[in-house]
């Protein structure tokens, strides 16, 4: 009664025929009469699962670039291309088509050597003008500017070296100050000329 694949006898290594075994795991060799016991681990006898891929339905699914016949069931991370169980390969924490597999291993990654500051920019537009009296009449340019920083740069991939957003922080709190400063400064010559009757109805 053979169990499992083929096996040899564990002492002379020949191969053990139907006649040797006396039950599924226990056997004889027929040759030097040596006895044994089979475990099998089971990985020995699985098979592999291979990716099926879903069959298209046409007019209703999305179909996969390199298959036109089977179903689309991701999207390619790097460049979108619809992709079925087939060709969707995990690849770094993404599942990416082929193609992108090749490319990124022919063209290896870049470091990436310098990032903007968008605090720093910042902090040097909404400060600088205050800082230096002749120019605090360039913060009604220079305010809104700086605040757009704030906003742009707070999701935006910081310095290399660990930083925090104190400057995005300083530089929000200092433009929104001037902002207001110029709103408060031009209603009150607006209410002073309406007042004086230089603005008349």
């Known amino acids: ?37 089979f ?5 020995l006898t ?10 298209a339905v046409p007019a209703e699914d999305a179909v996969c670039f390199f298959h036109a016949e089977n179903k689309a069931e991701v999207v390619c991370e790097s460049c979108g291309r619809f992709l079925c169980a087939v060709c969707a390969i995990d690849f770094a924490g993404q599942k990416l088509c082929p193609s992108c597999i090749a490319t990124k291993k022919a063209r290896p990654l ?9 605090g720093g920019i910042a902090l040097v537009l909404a400060a600088l003008p205050v800082l230096i009296f002749p120019l605090w009449v360039f913060t009604i340019v220079t305010a809104p500017v700086a605040l757009g920083y704030v906003i742009y740069g707070w999701r935006r991939p910081r310095s290399l070296v660990a930083r925090s957003r104190v400057r995005l922080v300083i530089a929000g709190v200092l433009a929104v100050l001037q902002i207001v400063g110029w709103f ?9 000329a309406h007042k004086t009757g230089i603005i008349r109805h």
Not at 9 to 33: F, V
Not at 39 to 43: I, L, S
Not at 110 to 118: A, I
Request: proline fraction near 9%; aromatic fraction near 10%; charged fraction near 15%.
């Open 1 to 37: 009664m053979p169990a499992g694949p083929a096996l040899s006898c564990p002492k002379c290594q020949r191969k053990l025929d139907a006649n040797a075994w006396q039950s599924e795991t226990i056997g004889a060799c027929n040759h030097c009469l040596t006895g044994f016991e």
């Open 184 to 192: 408060l400064l031009l209603g009150f010559l607006l209410f002073g």
């Open 46 to 55: 699985a098979r592999p699962v291979a990716a099926v891929p879903g069959v």
């Open 39 to 43: 475990f099998a681990f089971p990985a």
């Open 110 to 118: 870049q470091e990436d050597k310098s990032r903007v500051l968008y």
